[in-house]
């Protein structure tokens, strides 16, 4: 697509040696994903930085659905990082409980071997005592 004048340099005079600036592209979809990722991501910053210095020199307010769009997806992302956190620490309390678990039970049946070590000794030492 052809823009009246695109071409000529500012005196108006036709320049075929070297052009300034960007050229001008065809608007069509971009078919491949990421390169079309990477132009909606620069140009929509760049439309938004537009978007605010115009606000700020019209004092007007200019962003004000992107704003509300703005605070719904903090909040739809606050909720999912909190649920993150609630399932993150129902796993570490679930690991807790069970290293607790398992402390108590292996303290507890040191504690019985030694119990039956020392019932077996005392009956030992009985029966010794018997025989004297």
Do not use: H, W
């Not at 398992?102 to 005592?129: H, M, P, W």
């Amino acid at each position: 697509m052809a823009f009246p004048g695109a071409n000529e340099s500012i005196s108006g005079a036709s320049s075929p040696q070297r052009k300034i600036g960007r050229g001008k592209i065809e608007i069509k979809r971009i078919e491949n994903t990421t390169n079309r990722q990477v132009t909606f991501c620069k140009r929509r910053n760049g439309l938004l930085k537009k978007a605010y210095e115009l606000s700020v020199l019209c004092d007007a307010e200019i962003l004000d659905e992107y704003n509300r769009l703005l605070t719904s997806q903090l909040e739809t992302q606050r909720q999912y990082s909190e649920s993150l956190l609630a399932e993150a620490k129902s796993k570490v309390d679930s690991s807790v409980s069970e290293a607790v678990e398992k402390a108590v039970t292996s303290g507890l049946q040191d504690t019985e071997d030694k119990l039956e070590k020392c019932i077996e000794e005392r009956n030992g030492v009985a029966e010794v005592r018997k025989e004297v």
